[in-house]
């Protein structure tokens, strides 16, 4: 490594690929000959209207989105549409009722929100700790709810489905802010995708939104016009002025997932470098631990401590210190469940997360007891 690279596993904004970041670098003073930055480009130029049409069809390449499906770029993250899906979509159906898969802190966030506009249904119990799914036979589904909400990866438990649920007519709205491009769905399965872009596919301030166009047109009364899906869609994302350089990281980082082989490649690299972590995890005899059930780990964000069960926090302090002092950063598990998180985004290669195993494997040699 050169001096004063490092490798980083922030579980977001997470790390963008080098050649992303190059190419930014190149052209930040002068797009395409323009004489200004994309910064300073007009939403409504010619040169940008380029760069959001080319970002959305790379977008409809990379996932293959059918026709009937819109994409928007919209601002307030994840968070925002915590709001949106539910001011969007309740109204779809005369009871505005909506059933929420709570599986981590994320969807528990969501379905705190959306108890705002109606009637909010959790349709599994409650855990004391998130490190499971439970089996999908148990769910009480609502068959007139407007839509079944689930978060397809929860960025600070780990907790991972492996599945599309299955949820017959009622349409399936899909927080993939985590997940999105590291593994083939069908989007047919959808009503409704979202994703913010700071950990796979771009920096922050842009959130993909993946819809259903009969879904589109049944915002409540009081659904801000920038969340209003119709309204947006109506203006192609530019009712008001887009993020303009967050789509166009994005585009660079979609041209670069496509030149690398789209996201079969992407996911075949996802289960090489989880399954090293996770292998050396279950070798370690307890060493390491992840509290996670099988069914159910992480591609994306591994959660784990040192020293059975609870973690042994002064050896947790002194692992990040030391991977620091190897530039191997943003190791530290989210304050709420402690230890450390490894996060393995698309941009992290499979030679770094090598690394970072043999570090582990390392540190353990010299540490157990
Ligand atoms: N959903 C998931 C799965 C996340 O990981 C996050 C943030 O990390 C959010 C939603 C919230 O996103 P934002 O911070 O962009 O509002």
């Not at 050169?2 to 596993?9: H, K, P």
């Not at 302090?317 to 985004?345: C, D």
């Amino acid at each position: 490594m050169a001096e004063n690279q490092v490798i980083n596993f922030s579980p977001g904004p997470a790390k963008l690929p080098a050649e992303v970041l190059e190419q930014a670098q190149k052209e930040l003073m002068n797009y395409n000959n323009t004489g200004v930055s994309v910064m300073e480009l007009s939403h409504r130029s010619a040169d940008f209207t380029k760069i959001i049409t080319r970002t959305e069809d790379n977008l409809r390449k990379l996932l293959n989105i059918p026709d009937n499906y819109k994409v928007l770029f919209l601002q307030g993250g994840g968070t925002g549409q915590f709001s949106a899906v539910p001011l969007n979509l309740l109204s779809h159906k005369p009871d505005l009722a909506a059933d929420y898969i709570v599986t981590g802190s994320w969807s528990a966030k969501a379905a705190q929100e959306a108890q705002k506009y109606g009637k909010i249904h959790q349709v599994v119990p409650k855990p004391s700790t998130y490190t499971e799914i439970p089996d999908s036979i148990t769910w009480n589904l609502n068959p007139n709810a407007s839509y079944v909400y689930y978060c397809a990866n929860e960025t600070i438990h780990g907790v991972e489905f492996q599945y599309i649920p299955d949820t017959g007519d009622v349409p399936l709205v899909v927080d993939m802010s985590s997940n999105i491009l590291t593994r083939n769905v069908d989007i047919t399965k959808f009503g409704a995708i979202f994703a913010g872009a700071q950990k796979n596919i771009g920096c922050a301030g842009v959130t993909l939104v993946i819809i259903r166009d009969d879904l589109i047109g049944h915002a409540l009364p009081i659904c801000p016009i920038i969340f209003d899906f119709k309204v947006q869609c109506g203006n192609n994302s530019l009712y008001n002025t887009p993020p303009t350089y967050s789509i166009y990281i994005m585009g660079l980082v979609f041209e670069w997932i496509l030149a690398r082989g789209g996201v079969s490649a992407m996911e075949r690299a996802a289960i090489t470098k989880s399954s090293a972590v996770y292998d050396l995890i279950e070798d370690s005899q307890g060493f390491y631990v992840c509290p996670l059930n099988k069914d159910c780990r992480s591609r994306m964000n591994v959660p784990v401590r040192i020293g059975a069960p609870n973690g042994d926090e002064a050896l947790e302090r002194k692992f990040l210190e030391e991977a620091e002092k190897n530039r191997l950063i943003s190791l530290k598990g989210h304050r709420s469940v402690g230890g450390l998180r490894i996060s393995l985004y698309n941009a992290v290669s499979v030679e770094e997360t090598q690394v970072l195993v043999n570090f582990m494997k390392d540190f353990m040699a010299r540490h157990r007891q």
